[in-house]
């Protein structure tokens, strides 16, 4: 069964620097989707992805977060200056069609540590 | 504000005795209730989805129904394979594409 391939798994890096989080979606699917889960929270929706541009986005995907499909199979959020809280699961999802209940394939996620 | 909330936090069960997991949502204009199974270290994996008051899904031992204000997820006879996190997200009117979680039912079966 096709799947989301998120890299790395884990992730550590200093207060300040800035990383980038991959993911590869499911390759016939048009839109993509960015979650994260602090320890102990509820897993909380960042931003949505369709045709080149955020069609979505929350209150915590401000200016320090940003998303690019550098080519056909990749989808990449890069978060600038990471603060401690940024720590979290950060989960990538996509979807076959625009349909407002279409289900979600997440990804096993990426584990970012701050430090 | 949007609102999912679940109950229990966490709910032991010896093997082949059945429970049901609540969610109840606070959402303006719900477009459609979602479960999700996680397993420890994975991302949330699809179950069902549900649209209106009335409606029931079922795959293996899991049945799905919801109401005006919750859903239900019930587990007939749970084997030790069924123990994961069991999340429920609404999806409201007010956005296309994002989805409002609860945080999650962590059930335990014992055999």
């Known amino acids: 069964e096709p799947e989301v391939t998120q890299t790395p798994s884990h992730q550590v890096t200093q207060m300040g620097q800035e990383v980038i989080l991959r993911c590869v979606p499911i390759?016939?699917?048009?839109?993509f989707y960015w979650y994260r889960q602090i320890l102990g929270q509820k897993v909380e929706f960042l931003v949505s992805?369709?045709?080149?541009?955020?069609?979505?986005k929350s209150e915590i995907f401000d200016d320090q977060f940003s998303v690019e499909r550098p080519d056909g199979s990749n989808f990449t959020l890069k978060i600038r200056s990471t603060k401690l809280e940024d720590s979290a699961m950060y989960f990538c999802?996509?979807?076959?069609?625009?349909?407002?209940?279409?289900?979600?394939?997440f990804g096993s996620g990426t584990q970012l540590s701050v430090l | 504000e949007d609102q999912v909330t679940q109950s229990p936090e966490a709910l032991r069960l010896q093997e082949g005795e059945s429970s049901s997991l609540n969610c109840s949502y606070t959402?303006?204009?719900?477009?459609?209730l979602f479960w999700y199974r996680q397993d420890p270290g994975k991302g949330p994996e699809f179950l069902f989805t549900?649209?209106?008051a009335g409606e029931e899904k079922e795959k293996e031992r899991l049945k799905a129904t919801l109401t005006k204000k919750e859903s239900f997820l019930h587990i007939t006879a749970p084997k030790p394979e069924d123990s994961a996190t069991y999340l429920c997200?609404?999806?409201?009117?007010?956005?296309?594409?994002?989805?409002?979680f609860g945080s999650g039912t962590q059930l335990t079966v014992l055999p």
């Open positions: 959402v303006s204009g719900l477009r459609g």
């Open positions: 992805f369709y045709n080149n541009e955020i069609s979505e």
């Open positions: 549900l649209y209106s």
């Open positions: 390759s016939n699917h048009l839109y």
């Open positions: 997200a609404a999806s409201p009117s007010g956005s296309a594409r994002q989805l409002t």
């Open positions: 999802a996509s979807s076959s069609r625009g349909a407002t209940n279409e289900k979600l394939f």
